[in-house]
């Protein structure tokens, strides 16, 4: 029996030393031997049809990584814009997905599905919507029909995002989750397919976009007069408008307001007008370097109010504003003062990727989707369009910003903290719980 | 319950409806930005009357030139100073890049009939913008640049005025009486003029048409990197993707002065930064944009050859 056993040990082993070499020999190995995995990214051009007639050119770019993994990939579907209005505030996403996928492919060895047995690869689809909502409906229809994604993650902008839930995730049935778009049409109209980590924040109660800010006036009380200038897009109005009802319910006058045609970027007239009626706070409600922009025309015209509110600051607000940033509040869903789930793993990622937290405000709502993602596929089981979904509007669980849950109408929970510039950095102020600076105000 | 949209305005205080510093200011800044326009359509002007060609690109070189400003400006460590070496830089080079434009792109179809040589000037312009547009976006990334000078505002009696506007109003008169003086006393100008006149005629007196042509386009292109430069200057926002929308500016302040009349650049321009200005500050913002299109119908209906007469 023992020498039978030996012969059994030694046929084994040896059979264990050629299956060795021979995985060696095939590169089996290398990922787990590294460490690191092997990223490729293959890029190609192709031609899609905008409103029947316009051929307009497309980058795409798949990026997996082998790893430890196995099965067929779970596939994320989405755009970035490279061009057009909202480049500058959402190009540097693709550097921070590179990163992340090396992170779940190669560190947490993909993302587990229970029917298959497996942790499968995690591939992300990107294509370039140059901020053309037209353009951004055909390339998520090819994601959902020709790429055949599991889910998709929305662009930039309520304005675009919203198009692409009836003509895209309702009508075939694709999980859809809004990153930096939300607006009350998304979510009072029945639509199945979307949901969203980010509170109804057109609403004048704590989830309005400024509510932290407004509470926080409501404490200190320095302030009596507010001026509201804001360009008329969807998201820009959502938060104007609660902003105004918020203002006057922490006993704020409002002493002007004034909507402009997107585009606008010349504010002299405003500018002039804000002078002689002098508010104690100017609230702009657009987009970062838009705001940055107002900023530095009214500091060459020579007015300064005594505090501006922005509701976004955006990639190189600190950096092109300088000095004339400082005490310029705003609101966030994340600061590294944040000490819930992966906070330090965003951090990592973004160092990795390049990209300054000051500069990508939303970047936390890109790690708080891959956490939704990671959560909602373990959850279902399967890589299953229909699985998913139930699996997303049922979410409870821990991301960046705070635990998570996702309420019947598809919206969650995650709010906005308020911050303020402070020597060059971001520091939260408000609520005290979180805040991790004093308020500085005249 | 976020506001209804009818609700959502406040109405115009009215101590600023009736102020007249207000008016004042809003009119000098009605009168600096169409002085912008007019820099940069004369530009456009130049090159449609002397060579015939219809630049769709003139927009991006505008913006291209606000670019390479942006960059230069913050090299030289972003000071005023830094700002003004920018033109002596941007100027010369985007003359020789527009005579080069012509010569290798707009005169190898120089010598098609009228109607083809329109036709295929739009579409190589039109190409060029696309091009112009990628190497911006390639080479300064997609971000608006703008620059902040610092420089303290001129205050008078009340009124206050950004002090580069001011700057801007000189530039706007120094760059308008160079042109006029180089058209009026010049041989090259004369020449200019002539082929304005009757490009037949021009030739057959010995005027080298294509040699005209080259200068004129690299004059032309010159204007429109001033006109990039003292937008940028204004603190305006300069992103790859604004040519086209300058372009069109350009060609309203055509239509509305008259093609091919330096007053007429000059007349429109302010036409429509007036109209623009005080739209948006006494009428309403929303406005703004729009009165471009108004002022471009308008005189399409009641004097189609613009308000400037020969």
Known sequence: MVRQAAVSNTVAAVLMVVLLAAGFAGGYFTAAFTGTGQTEIATKTEYVTVGGTVTQRITITATTTVGQTSGPPLKIGMTISKDGLFAPLTSGYESFNREWLNWVNNVRKGVYVRDLGVRVPVEIIIYDDRSQPDLAIQLYTKLATEDNVHILVSPYSADIGIQLIPTVAEKYRVPMIMAEASTKDMWNKGYKYVVTSMVPYWEDNQNGWSASYFDLQANTKWAKTIAFVGWDITWAIDTYNSGKSLARKAGLEIVYDQLLTPGTTDFSGVIRELRRINPDIVYLAMFGPVNALFIRQAAEAGYSPKEYHVIEYGAGFVKSLGQLSERVTSEIFWTPSFKYYQSDLLVDLMNKAGLSWVDWQWTELRMIIFQMIISAVEEAGKLDREAINTALHNLQIMTVSGPLIIGPQGYGNIGLVAIQIQNGRIQTVWPRNLANATYLHP | ?310
């Open chain 2, 1 to 310: 319950m976020a506001e209804k949209p009818s609700e959502r305005h406040l109405p115009p205080p009215l101590n600023l409806m009736f102020s007249p510093l207000l008016f004042v200011e809003s009119l000098i800044d009605g009168l600096v930005l169409g002085g912008i326009y007019a820099v940069i359509a004369l530009g456009l002007s130049l090159i449609y009357s002397v060579a015939g060609v219809l630049n769709i690109s003139h927009g991006d070189w505008v913006m291209l030139s606000g670019m390479t400003a942006f960059v230069l400006f913050s090299s030289l460590g972003s000071q005023p100073l830094g700002y003004l070496q920018s033109y002596l830089v941007v100027a010369p080079l985007f003359f020789a890049t527009g005579l080069l434009f012509y010569l290798g792109l707009i005169k190898p179809v120089s010598k098609r009939p009228k109607q083809e040589l329109l036709i295929s000037c739009i579409l190589i312009t039109l190409g060029v913008s696309f091009v112009l547009q990628d190497i911006a976006a390639t080479s300064f990334g997609t971000l608006p640049k703008s620059i902040y000078l610092g420089l303290n505002p001129i205050t008078f009696v009340g009124i206050s005025i950004p002090f580069f506007r001011f700057a801007t109003f000189i530039l706007v008169v120094a760059a308008t009486l160079s042109i006029w003086l180089f058209l009026k006393r010049t041989m090259t100008g004369r020449a200019m003029r002539a082929i304005t006149y009757n490009v037949e005629v021009a030739s057959f007196l010995g005027i080298p048409i294509t040699r005209v042509a080259a200068i004129t386009f690299g004059l032309g292109t010159m204007l429109a990197a001033v006109g990039g430069l003292i937008y940028l200057g204004n603190g305006f926002p300069i992103t790859p993707f604004i040519g086209i929308s300058i372009t069109v500016k350009a060609l309203t302040v055509l239509v509305v002065g008259g093609a091919g009349k330096l007053i007429g650049s000059l007349v429109g321009g302010l036409v429509l930064g007036l109209s623009e200005t005080l739209t948006g500050v006494f009428i309403s913002y929303y406005w703004s944009p729009a009165i471009a299109i108004v002022l471009l119908l308008v005189v399409l209906m009641v004097r189609p050859t613009g308000l400037v007469s020969e």
